[in-house]
């Protein structure tokens, strides 16, 4: 059975911090994104593939990941010839392929949805296409998707007025698809599935299934959400690694070299190769990636630290995210709202 994962994004919402890493290799703790769609994958014993559609840049996620023996399962790349829209893109990573339905996923979609019960629920139903919807507090900002009693959609609702909200479910990004009906979509054809290919099966008539899911669901693609992320691991709201078991913890590698006297506060998570120097400080919320450094007296305060970070003396840092590679020099403040890209250098007592 074949999954696919849409990762082919140029992450434009979180630049800088996309510049030189691709979205879908953006690290959640010490792990790079994707490898969370991976796992929840791995639930369907049936899924024995999965293609990785991707456009920008792929080599990068393919040094990450390889072929998937790490992972235990059969990883490939198709590499579109030039954006094809989301529909375009699964209709290229499908290629021939004609055997059990294909499971779907955007590249930004962070959730816990119970992936074998969907399975179920397609082939009970006998349905063409299903799709996962999740509720939402303020339906005027998304674009909507109406059902029946039944659970047949009738409608998607593009960015409704007021008196156009029937409901509040939103398109949650990911699909249970049969593979026949890929046929519509023209090869190498632009194509959107949200406003081409399901209001075919619409009007078509044919079996079109949602499956409301009430659980956890995120779109990490901004840098707010990927910040609540991380987060709600932390604090147990999604439960998955390196949080699953503790979570409201700190989880602080073995081998992170943190001097007397620093103070931390959790929950927080130190990666491997850290090195923390007396006085210091790690407040909540703290992630500090792979061999960062913090000199004497510095302040880390929600902050999410990406690997090879170095934080002179007496700095403060904010709940900013930095890239890899990132110098704050001495008594440097960092507010809460910084996005700093990879090898920024703020020289001592600058503000940002």
Known sequence: MRAILLAGGQGTRL????????????????????????????QVPEVDEIVLSLNYPPHRIEEVFGDGSRQGIRLRYGVEPHPLGTGGAIKFAAGDYRGAPLIVFNGDVFTGVDLPALLRLHRERRAKATIVLTPVENPSAFGLVETD??????????????????????????????????????????????????????????????????????????????????????????????????????VISADARIEDGVDIEGPCFIDTGVVIKRGARVGPYSVIGAHCH???????????????????????????????????????HVGDDAILGDKTILTDFSRA
């Open 15 to 42: 630049r800088p911090l996309t510049l030189h890493t691709p979205k879908p290799i953006a690290p959640i703790f010490d792990r790079p994104f994707l490898q969370y769609q991976i796992d929840l994958l791995r």
């Open 149 to 250: 009693a039944d659970g047949n959609v009738q409608a998607f609702v593009e960015k409704p007025s007021p008196e156009e909200i029937r409901c509040d479910t939103i398109n949650a990004g990911v699909y249970i698809l049969e593979p026949e009906t890929l046929d519509r979509i023209a090869p190498d054809t632009v194509c959107s599935i949200e406003r081409e290919y399901f209001p075919s099966l619409i009007r078509n008539g044919e079996t079109f299934v949602a499956h409301v899911h009430r659980g956890y669901w995120i779109d990490i693609g901004t840098p707010d959400k990927y910040r609540q992320a991380h987060r709600d691991i932390m604090m147990g709201r999604y439960l998955a690694h390196p949080f699953a078991a503790s979570p409201g913890s700190s």
């Open 294 to 332: 913090l000199a004497e007296n510095a302040s880390v305060d929600g902050a999410i630290l990406w690997p090879n970070t170095w934080v002179d003396a007496d700095a403060r840092v904010g709940a900013a995210i930095t890239g890899r590679h990132c110098h704050i020099g001495r008594h440097v």
